[in-house]
């Protein structure tokens, strides 16, 4: 129940590869490929920089995690890409994707659900509830996809607040 601590001026991106780089050496050694995708221009807007690290932290954790527990043998190298955009009316999308096993249908209704997790003992279930408050915090909130045959890509929408602009530092 932390309160969100809106600075301006914070360029999301840069938190996107900040955290990939938290994530990189420990990713590396599970045989995990990490990627990002930041197009240019970067911007900048009112964000709770902690907060969006944690919601990233969270994601690329469980990906890790769906990447780690694949009892495919003969699956390709496992990636996580994070990604980060404007959208269309201005509005800051974060992703974090990964080509896992993917959620199963029985239980892709219950991912936001408090302590709900498939890890077992490995889990806590309250990562995604994390990010989720912390998108809500935002204005915005987190969806994901995980079609049949596997992969997942968790969406934060961010809406627009009016004082985001480019950041020609990136």
Do not use: M, W, Y
Not at 68 to 82: A, K, S, V
Not at 135 to 160: K, Q, Y
């Amino acid at each position: 129940e932390r309160p969100a601590q809106l600075q301006t001026d914070v360029c999301p991106q840069q938190i996107v590869r900040d955290v990939r780089d938290l994530f990189a050496d420990r990713l590396a050694k599970d045989g995990i490929a990490v990627r990002t995708d930041v197009p240019e221009p970067h911007h900048t807007g009112a964000f709770d920089p902690d907060g969006l690290h944690n919601l990233l932290c969270n994601l690329v954790a469980n990906a890790a995690d769906a990447c780690r527990f694949d009892q495919d043998p003969d699956g390709e190298r496992h990636t996580i890409t994070l990604r980060c955009r404007r959208g269309s009316k201005g509005e800051t999308i974060l992703q974090v994707s990964d080509n896992g096993p993917g959620i199963p249908a029985d239980v892709n209704g219950r991912v936001f659900e408090d302590f709900f997790s498939t890890k077992g003992t490995e889990g806590t279930g309250i990562g995604l509830l994390v990010a989720q408050k912390v998108a809500e915090d935002h204005g915005g909130r987190v969806t994901f996809n995980s079609p049949p045959g596997g992969g997942t890509t968790f969406t934060a929408t961010l809406p627009s607040n009016g004082r985001q602009a480019t950041d020609e530092a990136g």
